[in-house]
Structure formats: C-alpha cells, structure tokens
C-alpha cells in the first residue's frame, strides 16, 4: 500500500530555517570571544546583536557572564549587567536589537493585507522582577509594536512568548537592507515608549511602564534562545549545526584572527609600490555588502620575499564588488620594493587580527 503524504508548504511550515533571528544561542562572538566590554558607542557586542544606548558605557555586556548556568538545552547567553546607574530621562533608551535582513522576511508579507502573524519566543532571567519591554520595528523606525513579558522570580530562568500580528500598514524592506528590527529594551524613557500589544506609527522602543534596571546598580538581565517565527504558537526552538550559523553570521561579519607566536594569515600579498602592499582575501560566503575592514596593527609586519620586514599602518582601502565573496585589502607602508610578495603575520606572541563588517 502506498500512503500519500501531503505536506502544507508557507513559512509557518517550514521543517528548517524557521527562526529568523540568527545566533540566538548566543555561541558564535567573533567581536569580543568571551571578553566583558562596555561600549561607550553603539555598535556590535557579539554577532548579530548591536546595542543602542542614549549614554554610553553605563552598561557591560558578556558572552556568559557571571557564568550562570543556562537554561536545559543551551550553553550560551549574552549577560547585561549595569555598570553605572542611570535616572531614565524621557529621552533615553537602553537596547539589545538584531536587525533581520530584508531578505530573510519578505514572506511575511508585512506592510500589505497578507501579513503573516509571528511569534518571539525567548528564555530570559534577570536580579528584579516586573514587566519588562521590547519593540518589532521597521527599517525607517515609522512603524513599531511594543511588547511586554514578565519576570517573575528573581534570577531564574524564565520561557517568554508573545505573538504578533503581522503589520499591514507601512514599508518593510524586502532586500539586503533592514527588514525589520527586534529589540530588548533594559531602560527606556516616556518619549520612546509606547502601549504594548499594537501597531504604531511612530518609533517606540518598549512599552509604557517597562522595567529598567538602569537604576539599580550591578543589576543584571541575561539572554537566550532567541526564535522569530512565522505563526501563532512557539515551537521548539529550532537548533542549526555550528557550521551553517558560523556561516550566517559570516555574511555580516568575518574576524581572521591570530594566536601570535609567527602566526601568518594571509600569504599572497604583493608589493604594489614602495609604499604599497595588496593583499586578496577570500571570504567563506557571500557578504550581506561590499564590507569595511579594520586591522589591529600591534606587534604584526609584513615579511617581504627578500627577508625584510615591514611595519604596516591601519588598512589603508577595502575594495571589492557589491556583494563580493573577494576582496583586496591595501595597507601602507614605506621603503618597500615594488614587485616582491609578502606576507601577513605575526612576529610576538601578541594576536592580532582583521575583522570585515557588513552589518545591517
């Protein structure tokens, strides 16, 4: 007897890739390994996630901080612990957000009649309870849907859903560009806050009376299994293997790093001038955009074929295609010949490293 199996197909379907938040175990952490920072700019704390903050260096963030135990099932979260009090100010805002690529939602639909419900699903824990706030917003920050969850024990792992229904109002991204953002809120003042449970068309970041623990010092909120699904309920959360979400992140960011102790990164370079070396660099995936290239410079040179070695200054150009897979990184340097190959490494024991951005 044969059985006919049908199998419904749309995105609240699908068997893989349903989450849409990448590295939401928090394992992969090119930017900081597992190093405490406190920012004192936004930006990028471990991949994928950035964090947004109206004063800067009042809050440190770790991968595993305070080495809490995760909840069954993860071994990885990202811990926020205030370094420095804040009174929230109207205009304040204290974040964790991962901007989702267009691509990566443009079945939802949003922004038309058929946009798709989705749910959040998260495991959190922090050292206060009470009612804590986040918002979905748009690439343009004119549409956002504050949310709230509860914390109700303290320093216990805690399983959050919210469901959401999709936006048929505004414009959301459906390119390389920000399909729709995700944020945590650990402090958000009167002016970005918003009722929780509907569409807005303005930028709210959390909900009205939110918790902050901007206000208590060496207050903590930790993080993991981050899920974004198409759907009314949570599933499961939804494991990759190590090397397929490496990978995803990779197309936002790729980190070439050295341990030191005559580490070499990059063998094929060339002297292009006596004050010019290029160096080809292939990435493991396609990159999200052409990206940026920063180079931590101490304690690394650039041994040239005749035996000589040169001190490089800061990246000098990144240059590549829109979307590339290669690039070529320049470096300055003087008193080199023209002609002679080179390469990239580390003469003391100090690593140092290259990291390529084309985050959202």
Sequence with gaps: ????????????????????????????????GTSSVTPSSDGYIIDRYKVENSQASKLTYQQNAGSVTPPAGFSNYLGTTVASTVSIGAGDYFLISQPIEGYNVADLNWGTANAQTVTLSFWVRSSLTGTFGGSLQNSANTRSYPFTYTISSANTWEYETITIAGDTSGTWLTTNGIGLKVRFSVGTGSTYSGTAGAWAGTSYLSATGATSIMATASATLQITGVQLEAGTTASPFEYRQYGTELA?????????????????????????????????ILFPTYMRASPTGTYTAANTYLPSSAGTDFTPSAVASVSGSACPQAITVTFTVSGATAGRAATLTDLSSTASNMIFSAEL
């Design 1 to 32: 007897m044969t059985l006919a199996v049908t199998v419904a197909q749309g995105a609240s379907n699908n068997v893989t890739f349903r989450n849409r938040i990448i590295n939401g175990t928090f394992t992969i952490s090119q930017y900081n």
């Design 248 to 280: 995803l992140c990779q197309r936002y960011c790729y980190k070439i790093a050295t341990s030191g102790g005559y580490s070499t990164y990059a063998t094929t370079g060339m002297f292009i001038s006596t004050t010019r070396v290029d160096f080809p």
